[in-house]
């Protein structure tokens, strides 16, 4: 069995909901930070969360838009996103104090921590090693690529890792060959697994819009748990 309990977090002027799953045994655990889709902090994310804490570790389904605000169609999804994604210095200042308090939290070891994240949530994944975080991992699946202009680039302390749809119109190739180009610059450790034919949102059962680019793919999701699932093994023992 799996404990759940909310926990809030004040920052930016608003007070982000987040939810914490662990396991049964003794704590602190090992710690994944799971970060959304675009809509917000949802029922998938809920239970990538409980998968992960079948597995051993303390997972957070995390609340980036606060009071735990979710869209309700692609209007309300983009009018909760776009502010961050247009604002990349207010993003980081969200994710790190979202790291900060899961840092505090008893049940989780402050020192092994990864992320996850999945569409937007990849982006913010992504975005929270660059800026300097003290993390293990991170992990984007069918992320957004596209790095943030006039921020301080710092070291990069987490393995990388990135999951993508190589048919993904949301992470076009010219996107896909920046990110390697400046994660290599940085000196991360980094590395790109492409799933063939796969597109945007490949691990969502619901995605069903093949003509716009987002569709569920059965083996683009088993492969990139079974590898997402190797990493954490890797990088929290």
Not at 153 to 178: C, K, S
Not at 205 to 218: L, Q
Request: charged letters at 30%; one cysteine or more; aromatic letters at 8%.
């Amino acid at each position: 069995m799996t404990k759940r309990r909310e926990f809030e977090i004040e920052t930016d002027g608003i007070t982000l909901r987040s939810l914490l799953v662990t396991p049964e045994g003794e704590a602190p655990f090992a710690a994944v930070l799971i970060f959304p889709q675009w809509s917000g902090r949802s029922p998938s994310e809920e239970t990538f969360a409980e998968r992960l804490a079948a597995l051993g570790y303390a997972a957070i389904a995390c609340d980036l838009y606060g009071d735990a605000r979710r869209g309700r169609d692609t209007a309300e999804n983009e009018a909760l996103m776009t502010p961050l994604t247009d604002d990349r210095a207010r993003l980081r200042t969200r994710l790190e104090a979202t790291l900060a308090a899961a840092r505090d939290l008893d049940e989780v070891d402050a020192d092994r921590i990864a992320t996850a994240g999945f569409c937007f949530g990849g982006l913010c994944a992504i975005d929270l090693a660059r800026s300097g975080a003290d993390i293990r991992a991170c992990a984007s699946f069918h992320g957004l690529l596209s790095a943030p202009e006039g921020l301080d680039e710092r070291e990069i302390r987490a393995t990388v890792a990135v999951y993508h749809g190589w048919a993904d119109p949301m992470a076009p190739p010219d996107h896909v060959v920046a990110l390697g180009e400046e994660l290599t610059r940085r000196k991360a450790d980094w590395y790109l697994t492409g799933y063939g034919h796969a597109v945007h949102a490949f691990t969502r059962e619901d995605a069903d819009d093949r003509d716009s680019g987002i569709a569920y793919d059965a083996h683009a999701d088993r492969r990139s748990w079974r590898d997402f699932t190797g990493l954490l093994e890797e990088a929290l023992a």
